[in-house]
């Protein structure tokens, strides 16, 4: 933002709050796009495989746009969402996109009665997709403590310490460099994969893979084991057209792990 309003100085013009917010939502589809092409210049997906501001209803006709949806259909996880903050966002508003997620995955329809997105999204098999978030736009103790923040959040909701939501973070630089098959993203121990007791504010490092297993059950939990376990052999998702978003049946065959 820096730049931006050096720039406008520079010649003279009245910086404004709306050419501000327009700056700052430049930088910010900046980042969505560094995240696309780290993604897909590490080996996962392709760049037709993202969506950006994708809105999902909430009920009292709210609705959740997420920054961006990524289709992996022929992984283990099928859809993942990425949200980016650029240490632009209050800490309220962030933690205030992770508790709206969480009520995406609630929310039901009235004239099915079934959820909202498992209709959306019935390749997940009953998996609510990961939400990744992406931080950038500060240094590296300050971007830390925002991850620090919103993962402790994270631990107040109870979906997230029965595994049924996935939240993971990292940094637009740590994305960048190792790519997302990299053991770059924090997240929650839940408790149906780590039995308690546990400290409070517990946290990992895993790899993208990995998290589709980070909520799954464990002889060790004491719950019931989940049989759709990773595939330690399975081969790079490498897919070479973009992911259909209508709604269909499962694919059929194994699917990777990327």
């Known amino acids: 933002m820096a730049l931006s309003l050096d720039f406008a100085l520079d010649r003279g013009r009245r910086v404004t709050g709306e050419k501000v917010a327009s700056s700052l939502a430049a930088w910010h589809a900046l980042a969505v796009t560094q995240c696309a092409i780290a993604f897909h210049r590490h080996g996962v997906g392709t760049l037709g495989d993202w ?3 994708v809105a999902h209803t909430l009920p009292r006709h709210q609705s959740l746009v997420a920054d961006a949806l990524v289709h992996l259909p022929y992984t283990n996880l099928p859809h993942v969402f990425v949200e980016v903050d650029r240490a632009s966002m209050t800490f309220g508003k962030v933690t205030a996109k992770l508790t709206a997620y969480d009520e995406y995955r609630t929310t039901v329809w ?6 909202e997105w498992l209709t959306r999204y019935p390749r997940t098999e009953g998996i609510f997709p990961p939400v990744l978030f992406v931080f950038d736009g500060a240094g590296a103790t300050a971007l830390d403590n925002r991850i620090a923040v919103l993962l402790a959040a994270a631990h107040q909701l109870a979906a997230v310490h029965t595994g049924k939501l996935t939240v993971a973070a990292t940094t637009l630089g740590q994305l960048d460099h190792e790519g997302p098959r990299a053991k770059i993203w924090r ?12 400290q409070a ?6 790899t993208l893979p990995d998290l589709a297993a980070v909520g799954k059950p464990t002889a060790h939990s004491g719950l019931p084991p989940s049989t759709n376990q990773l595939n330690p ?21 194994p699917r990777r792990v990327f």
């Open 187 to 198: 997240y929650p121990l839940p408790a149906t994969r780590y039995p308690l007791p546990r």
């Open 51 to 53: 969506e950006v501001e």
């Open 110 to 115: 009235k004239s099915t009665g079934k959820q």
């Open 201 to 206: 504010g517990s946290l990992g490092n895993c």
């Open 233 to 253: 052999e399975a081969l790079h998702h490498t897919a070479t057209a973009p992911a259909s978003t209508q709604v269909g049946p499962p694919l059929s065959g």
